[in-house]
């Protein structure tokens, strides 16, 4: 492996891009268009909504002999978090014979392009799935596409495309990176921190301006806590989710950014028999796939969470930290009983959820500390959990709510009620006098009045940009009242 200094080294079709005297908040976007002049890739929204700038973004597998891919909205991911990855862009499907990838042969074929605008980045969706399922079901296409806004085609005839491009082979499906692995291994990052001869950890910056502003990226949970101890007021970056929008649109500059991808104790899930410890980097696609048998209501929200890209970069315990009020992975944990492991220099300490937000974007962290872990129990004996996410459009759109109800059933009476909610509150939110309500009760018990004045003693009345209170607080009190019916029903049929 070398190193080279306040430079951004990436792998691109085969050979090393080393990035120069960049920014440190230059987007992947700008730096494929206006550097490298790749401008297939297209920007529509800037803000990761649209997905017509999709890339496919590869890292060596654990074996390392082969890349593992993931679709990314290059419009709000930084460029220095690139360092030791691999980029496939919509000009790399074409192969030296100027053949075309099954999918773009497809499209042309099945008409699937108009305007052409949204297309490189369709495509590039759709490559991505088939490298780990060439046989994909209509749904499975349609949820690949979840994330690519398509104007003027619709979309039969893009998946019509994609289900013809699947009858050949597999391996006619996968892109051509056999070169590029040799070259992931010359440009890996280190795997261990720096050492002072004093034994101090040494954070090594992959971009430093003269002004002393970094973006690192460290290997170790410590090089994090150490980092974090020097410079408390350090923009943590996992997803770039969030960041990505503030440097768009708000034309943010933070002075440190400590990119946490490439930490992978942070990127690791743990489980005792009792609970999942999910590290702070660890995706949201992957803990929609870790959840989805346990908890399938909670697997349903996060499959609605944005989009493959968003959730292919996002993490669990950036959502929890970004404390949006209508943060969707919040109620389902809260009913859930889930905590975090916060840490400050060598300190830890385990906080539970509900415990977490001091208002509207507030928290309980301390400065220079962060979240290492979210910890999530696993079903208990009897256990019912339920979940639902109401919003105007039905994939990658905000919630008005977001209802979760965790009991467990003795005989036909509920014991250990949980009820959390996201848009009722500054922040999301446990419901007590509606637990309270439930708990010891039967569903016959309920009453839709008495769940009605709980949640109007729990909850301040507000109109929102995405739906009245008027609205708000029928649906809150209406997904209580079918949880818990369909509970009692299915208790009743067995």
Known sequence: MTQVTNTVRFVLDGQIVEAQGV????????????????????????????GACVIMVGELNAAGDAVDYKPVNSCIQLLPALDGKSVKTVESLKKADGTLHPVQSAMVECHGSQCGFCTPGIVMSLTNMVQTNPTPTRKDVADALSGNLCRCTGYIPIIDATLKACSQPASELKVDDQADVPLLKEIRRPQHPTVSLDGDIIVQP???????????????????????????????????????????????????????????????????ASAWTIGAAVSLATVEVLIAQAYPDFAEVLRRFGSPPIRSTATLAGNIVNGSPIGDTMPCLLALGASLTLRKGKATRSVMLENFYTGMKQNVLQPSEFVEAVVLPKPSSNQIFRAHKISKRFEQDISATCCAVSFTLNGDRMSGVKVAYNGLAPSPCRAPKIEALLEGKTAVDVSADAI??????????????????????????????QFVEEAAGAAQEA
């Open 23 to 50: 920014r440190r908040t230059t987007t992947v976007l700008d730096y494929l268009r206006e550097d490298l002049q790749r401008t297939g890739t297209k920007e529509g929204c800037a803000e990761g909504d649209c």
């Open 206 to 272: 992959v971009v430093r301006t003269r002004k002393g502003s970094e973006f690192v990226s460290p290997s170790t949970i410590e090089e994090v806590a150490t980092y974090l101890t020097t410079f408390p007021e350090t923009q943590l970056l996992a997803g770039s989710t969030e960041i990505g929008l503030q440097v768009n649109k708000q034309f943010s500059r933070p002075k440190h950014i400590c990119y946490l991808g490439n930490v992978k104790a942070l990127a690791t899930v743990t489980e005792d």
């Open 452 to 481: 009605d004045a709980a949640i109007a003693d729990s909850f301040t009345a507000r109109d929102g940009l995405r739906a009245t209170w008027a609205y708000r607080s029928l649906v809150a009190r209406n997904l209580v009242m």
